[in-house]
């Protein structure tokens, strides 16, 4: 699905989630500082949509939330990462993903080609 908006990031992602194994893909909560957090059973994703790359704050909060609830963390974005939030999530081994225009997640780390492939 060709993403225009930021609800449709949220929906190929929330798709994604689905066709990587996770079930039970529950609704899309706006957080703060920024992006959108989409859950579903053993996993928690942040979603950003925006012009501006996700930061290491957002990789961070979304680590830190997963923990305190015993699940999984994913990150997808539009426009990437800031090189400090690729580099912590390679250390926390946090899956992240790019989506691009067509709707199409593109894995950027290691942890992501693992979780394709496990998927």
Known sequence: MPVRTARDAVTVAGLYLRWLGYGDVRGAV???PSGVRVSARGVLALVEPSVQPTSLRDVECVWLSAMSDSVSCV???L???EEKARTRADTLSIPLFIIDLTGT???VNDAAEKLVAAG
């Open 30 to 32: 706006k957080r703060a």
């Open 75 to 77: 990150c997808f974005s």
């Open 79 to 81: 426009a990437g990462y």
């Open 105 to 107: 997640p593109q894995p």
